[in-house]
Nanobody, 120 residues
Framework: QVQLVESGGGLVQAGGSLRLSCAVS????????MGWYRQPPGKQRELVAA???????NYTDSVKDRFTISRNNAKNTVYLQMNSLKPEDTAVYYCNVLSGGGLRIPLASWGQGTQVTVSS
């Protein structure tokens, strides 16, 4: 079993910033790729950022140049720095371990997520 604990969400005005953290613990097969997802109200989850164990990153276009994913491998922790936040960023944010080499499929059970609300 893998435990994922997200934290750092909150209420922020448009243009503001937040930093999310994801602590990973338990039985882990691989941490080669980690990612952040978000799920706006009434919509499906979407992968917004991913990072390999070596630090290579990918972002969906809607967050590129505003969000930065990083990781501390010694602490088994992944971060998402979110700047210039927009109301459309409002969502529950989740982290997960991702499959590599193709489609990035979440491999662990979902945590509780952390709510990010951006007001206009």
């Amino acid at each position: 079993q893998v435990q994922l604990v997200e934290s750092g969400g909150g209420l922020v005005q448009a243009g503001g910033s937040l930093r999310l953290s994801c602590a990973v613990s338990g039985s882990i097969f691989s941490l080669n790729v980690m990612g952040w997802y978000r799920q706006p109200p009434g919509k499906q989850r979407e992968l917004v950022a991913a990072i390999t164990i070596g630090g290579s990153t990918n972002y969906t276009d809607s967050v590129k140049d505003r969000f930065t994913i990083s990781r501390n491998n010694a602490k088994n922790t992944v971060y998402l720095q979110m700047n210039s936040l927009k109301p459309e960023d409002t969502a529950v944010y989740y982290c997960n371990v991702l499959s590599g080499g193709g489609l990035r499929i979440p491999l662990a059970s979902w945590g509780q997520g952390t709510q990010v609300t951006v007001s206009s």
